[in-house]
């Protein structure tokens, strides 16, 4: 008679560990941020209600292309996310995907996401977001970030995108307005990112990656986030500028620039420990709910 077969507790695990791998190669909740500036980018692009087949089948696309460059950022700093203490965990350190699978998954990933945007949205967006993946994956992660403590001012153009390709989506064509809030999000990208620059100086130092708070120093870093909060305050006027929002985006946006001005110039001068990841997290919350105000702003004004 036939022995039955049995299934061991670590088979039963390994597929859904596996599958929880590739997600964590996305980077869920980057892309998930980033999916609300397209999605404002959609509906500030058009009066009424956004198209169904552009809505899904555009953030569906632009959000499987990111999720690629996301991959693409976990292979080529596979060896120096092994060496520091906030990514030494990642899948491809530990070992729990192989580089094939995970360049197979990260290529797959972007392929699929670009004939979805050529086939049912349209070929600008899908170029567009095709370039944008291939300013993160190869020009920011592969060169600058190795190459200049610029690399974030320089690389955050890529990262900027995502409001433009959401635009782009539904009317096929570049428009002014869309570039102000690329503009936004080019002014956001420094001082979010040299915040927790300033956290992981040490490791950054150690695996030789030129981050401003290594090359320049914690002070002078600190500066720089200062003012670019005020560019970013700046920046953000842009919108009510040009009528593109009502009175209600510029009491939120400005209620927001003077948080995150003040949050800088508390690490400036009033420094402490823990506060440099603080204002990060400030960062965060500060883009979220600033576009989420665009989009009720622009609801309430229609």
């Not at 299934?7 to 791998?21: E, F, G, K, N, V």
């Not at 397209?38 to 198209?51: E, K, W």
């Not at 002014?176 to 100086?201: C, D, E, M, S, Y």
Request: hydrophobic fraction near 55%.
């Amino acid at each position: 008679m036939a022995k039955p077969l049995s299934i061991s507790s670590s088979d039963t695990q390994s597929q859904p560990l596996q599958w929880r791998a590739y997600y964590e190669m996305t980077k869920p909740k980057v892309v998930a941020l980033m999916l609300l500036t397209v999605l404002v980018g959609m509906c500030l692009a058009l009066p009424g209600a956004v198209p169904l087949q552009p809505l899904i089948f555009g953030l569906l696309g632009i959000g499987m292309m990111a999720g690629a460059a996301a991959a693409f950022n976990h292979l080529i700093d596979r060896r120096i996310d092994g060496l520091m203490a906030r990514t030494y965990n990642r899948p491809l350190p530990k070992g729990r995907i192989s580089i094939t699978k995970a360049l197979t998954f990260s290529i797959s990933l972007a392929v699929i996401g670009f004939v979805l945007l050529y086939a049912l949205v349209n070929e600008l967006t899908a170029w567009l977001t095709f370039a944008s993946l291939l300013g993160y994956a190869v020009v920011y992660t592969a060169y600058l970030k190795r190459a200049t403590p610029q690399n974030i001012v320089v690389g955050g153009l890529a990262g900027a995108m995502p409001p433009l390709l959401g635009w782009t989506s539904v009317t096929g064509e570049f428009h002014g307005n869309a570039l102000l809030l690329v503009i936004i999000i080019f002014a956001w990208t420094p001082p979010h990112f040299w915040a927790l620059a300033i956290h992981r100086k040490a490791e950054y130092a150690k695996v030789d990656i030129p981050m401003l708070p290594v090359t320049h120093g914690t002070e002078f870093t600190k500066t720089c986030i200062l003012l670019y909060t005020i560019l970013l305050a700046i920046a953000c006027l842009l919108p009510v500028l040009v009528g593109m929002c009502g009175p209600l985006y510029l009491v939120g946006s400005t209620l927001l620039s003077c948080g995150f001005i003040y949050k800088s110039w508390e690490l400036k001068f009033d420094d402490k420990p823990g506060l440099a990841m603080q204002v990060f997290r400030f960062s965060i919350y500060h883009l979220m709910l600033l576009f989420i105000v665009l989009l009720v702003d622009h609801y309430l004004w229609v």
